[in-house]
């Protein structure tokens, strides 16, 4: 079975744009999940999304925001880009809500905002 | 904010010797994950331990958890080349089914196996 699948892999923007990364979580997930992850530090939690609704938010800005569609799939959003957005944003899935079940992570998305 | 804070940050070690890393938190959790990462890729995850329990074996893996002192080992036994990566704590803290859950990682061990 496929794991959690992210694209893209990899994303160069510069500041003040708009990027989109996409999430597939396993297959029967209902639960998904977004960490930011900066250099040398550990993933901080962004959001939450179970049942298409969001039940879990982070301390980051208004500029991020999030949503989970019928198929369970989910989109991170970030507008208004900084430098200091650049990070590996990473994925997770689990088959019920939240983190009282194993969390599978996709691969990431690395960005770099110049 | 970081829950857990990883002790020690790095460690090298012998391929063949056993490599122990402890995680401390500061709230009550439901459970602790730890996770492993090869350079900057996804997270791997290696085992879950609940707060009701306090010691599980997954192969060369060995966690122990101590509730009252906050505190989680990860013990790997018979290292290789390969264990070489960043390895995670993680916690649950959240305190309903509907509420905020998100799992509250700490700032890693970077664990280096010489051959």
């Known amino acids: 079975d496929a794991g959690v699948t992210q694209s893209p892999t990899h994303l160069i923007k510069t500041r003040g744009q708009h990027v989109t990364l996409r999430c597939s979580p396993i297959s029967g997930h209902k639960s998904v999940s977004w960490y930011q992850q900066v250099l040398g530090q550990g993933p901080q939690f962004i959001f939450q999304?179970?049942?298409?609704?969001?039940?879990g938010r982070g301390n980051f800005p208004d500029r991020f925001s999030a949503r989970q569609f019928p198929n369970y799939s989910s989109e991170l959003n970030v507008n208004a880009l900084l430098l200091g957005d650049s990070a590996l944003y990473l994925c997770?899935?689990?088959?019920?809500?939240?983190?009282?079940?194993?969390?599978?992570f996709g691969p990431g998305t690395r960005l770099l905002v110049l | 904010s970081q829950q857990g804070e990883e002790d020690p940050q790095a460690l090298s070690i012998q391929e063949g010797e056993n490599a122990t890393m402890n995680c401390s938190y500061k709230?009550?959790?439901?459970?602790l994950q730890w996770y492993r990462q090869n350079s900057g890729r996804g997270l791997v995850h290696l085992i879950l331990?609940?707060?009701?329990?306090r010691e599980k074996h997954s192969g060369r893996l060995r966690v122990t958890l101590d509730t009252s002192k906050k505190s989680s080992s990860l013990l790997i036994t018979a290292s290789r080349a390969a264990d070489t990566a960043s390895y995670f704590c993680?916690?649950?803290?959240?305190?309903?089914?509907?509420?905020?859950?998100?799992?509250?990682f700490g700032t890693g061990t970077r664990l280096t196996i010489i051959p």
């Open positions: 709230t009550s959790i439901n459970n």
């Open positions: 331990i609940r707060s009701n329990e």
């Open positions: 997770a899935s689990s088959l019920l809500q939240g983190a009282r079940e194993t969390q599978y």
């Open positions: 999304y179970y049942e298409k609704e969001e039940r």
């Open positions: 993680a916690t649950d803290a959240s305190s309903s089914n509907f509420g905020n859950e998100k799992l509250t």
